[in-house]
């Protein structure tokens, strides 16, 4: 692994079901973010975790659930999935101690609900 | 409440200069950030300005004015590979990013 790296890349789901997306990054950053990318609007942050153990709300928390286990795993769940939810979705990470605190991309998982 | 703004599309020819703006509105003021993002892709970082100037990457310079809430990512010698969109992002008084929507900026030979 080199990075962030996310799965699955794409995925079509019945709404009411349940998903996880997974993200696993293996740079040791302390902090992990999930975001939604929809056409028309910047990235719109749904959770973050600053360190292993603690997670926040971002802008659009509601619909999802995440965990922070370990420093590199950061899962975004969809409890029951709604068509609103269709999304692509990035995860990011960044290490505070770089001073800039840049945050670095995953490859994004594209989901649709119907 | 927190805004960006972003010029929608811009078009450039392939050699020449193109300049693209974000003005912005935020909660507290503690860096910007301009990232490239190809189509299907992730967004990549491509500059960092916290004090205000000019700061230069080869083909890519930034400008952040922060008294006018105003930064501008200035790409030169365009090549047919710039064709992207270009995300300008703030960080606010929480420590969170917030996003403009991006400026697609198609080149053209």
């Known amino acids: 692994i080199a990075g962030i790296t996310q799965a699955p890349t794409s995925q079509i789901l019945a709404a009411g079901r349940r998903m996880t997306l997974r993200c696993t990054q293996d740079m040791r950053h302390n902090a992990m973010y999930w975001y939604r990318q929809d056409l028309g609007l910047g990235l719109r942050l749904i959770h973050y975790s600053n360190t292993a153990g603690t997670t926040g709300k971002g802008e659009v928390p509601d619909g999802y659930s995440v965990s922070r286990a370990n420093t590199d795993d950061f899962p975004l769940t969809l409890a029951s999935a709604v068509p609103s939810q269709t999304s692509v979705y990035f995860c990011?990470?960044?290490?505070?101690?770089?001073?800039?605190?840049?945050?670095?991309f995953g490859p994004g998982t594209r989901l649709t609900v119907l | 409440g927190q805004n960006i703004d972003q010029p929608t599309e811009m078009t450039a020819t392939e050699g020449a200069i193109v300049q693209i703006n974000c003005t912005y509105q935020?909660?507290?003021?503690?860096?910007l950030f301009w990232y490239q993002q190809h189509a299907g892709e992730a967004p990549t970082f491509l500059s960092y300005?916290?004090l205000d100037g000019l700061e230069e990457k080869g083909r890519f310079s930034s400008f952040l004015s922060r008294s006018k809430g105003y930064s501008y990512l200035l790409l030169k010698e365009l090549q047919m590979k710039d064709s992207a969109s270009y995300l300008c992002a703030v960080r606010d008084s929480n420590y969170q990013l917030i996003w403009g929507a991006g400026t697609k900026l198609i080149i053209k030979p």
């Open positions: 990011a990470s960044s290490d505070e101690a770089s001073g800039t605190d840049t945050q670095y």
């Open positions: 300005n916290v």
């Open positions: 935020t909660s507290g003021f503690n860096g």
